[in-house]
């Protein structure tokens, strides 16, 4: 009985160092963001029409880079009430928080290919995938949780998880529905994502609360 526990207490590990990675990478991808905003290269005599020139010519760039802001830091809310499930992470976990911190440094890039060939498709499913599969690894640690009970906070149970799982399908599956859109219209697939929320709010509503947790993931 004794050693099944110790064996059980070596396979989890603490979640303050995963969370400070976690946040760390989120600072660091969010902040490269800007990188990907060009700036005028006018020289030293240039004029306010010149300015406002290239502002307008490049607007589509900046509306891109706000949107990716925004799905970032809506990823990174999104991971820190997941991680208020867990009282201690363990090997399966930490891969798939890994796997996700892969994709999530690779937005910057997506978001850039996307904001300089919006009118392409290529670039387009690339940014969707990009948000697919974080959304996928989120859901990916939530079905670990499942698999490992002992790992979930106390006040939690399997229902509570089971229940943010089903919140947390609505984004992939606005990835997917982005994605299918580009291939008849790649510049305005984005704009999918403004019924995320919406989609999101609804699901949350119509999803029934564990009549022992009064907690509303979302």
């Given at each position: 009985?004794?050693t099944g526990?110790?064996?059980?207490?070596?396979?989890?590990?603490?979640?303050?160092?995963?969370?400070?990675?976690t946040?760390g990478?989120y600072?660091?991808?969010?902040?490269?963001?800007v990188l990907?905003?060009?700036?005028?290269?006018?020289?030293?005599?240039?004029?306010?029409?010149d300015?406002?020139s290239h502002?307008?010519e490049?607007?589509?760039l900046?509306?891109?880079?706000?949107?990716s802001?925004i799905?970032?830091?809506?990823?990174?809310?999104?991971q820190?009430?997941?991680?208020?499930?867990i009282?201690?992470t363990?090997?399966?976990?930490?891969?798939a928080?890994?796997?996700?911190l892969l994709?999530?440094?690779?937005?910057?890039?997506?978001s850039?290919?996307?904001?300089?060939?919006?009118?392409?498709?290529?670039?387009?499913l690339v940014f969707?995938?990009?948000?697919?599969?974080?959304?996928?690894?989120?859901?990916l640690?939530?079905r670990?949780?499942?698999?490992?009970?002992?790992?979930?906070?106390?006040?939690f149970?399997?229902?509570a998880?089971?229940r943010?799982?089903?919140?947390?399908?609505?984004?992939?599956?606005v990835?997917l529905a982005g994605?299918?859109?580009?291939f008849f219209?790649p510049?305005w697939?984005?704009?999918?994502?403004?019924?995320a929320?919406?989609?999101?709010i609804?699901?949350?509503?119509?999803?029934?609360v564990?009549g022992?947790?009064?907690?509303?993931?979302s």
């Amino acid at each position: 009985m004794l050693t099944g526990a110790v064996k059980r207490d070596r396979s989890q590990f603490s979640m303050s160092r995963l969370e400070g990675l976690t946040d760390g990478i989120y600072a660091i991808a969010m902040t490269l963001l800007v990188l990907s905003l060009p700036l005028p290269e006018l020289g030293h005599r240039s004029t306010e029409s010149d300015i406002s020139s290239h502002l307008a010519e490049y607007i589509h760039l900046f509306g891109t880079y706000a949107l990716s802001f925004i799905l970032l830091g809506n990823f990174w809310v999104i991971q820190q009430k997941i991680f208020k499930y867990i009282k201690s992470t363990s090997l399966p976990h930490l891969w798939a928080n890994l796997g996700g911190l892969l994709v999530v440094c690779l937005i910057p890039f997506s978001s850039s290919l996307m904001g300089y060939h919006n009118h392409t498709v290529t670039a387009n499913l690339v940014f969707h995938l990009n948000i697919f599969l974080i959304s996928l690894f989120f859901l990916l640690q939530c079905r670990v949780l499942l698999v490992i009970p002992e790992t979930i906070a106390d006040g939690f149970d399997e229902f509570a998880i089971r229940r943010i799982i089903r919140i947390n399908t609505i984004l992939p599956l606005v990835s997917l529905a982005g994605a299918a859109i580009a291939f008849f219209l790649p510049g305005w697939s984005i704009l999918v994502y403004i019924a995320a929320p919406l989609l999101t709010i609804q699901m949350r509503d119509r999803l029934p609360v564990s009549g022992q947790h009064n907690d509303r993931p979302s």
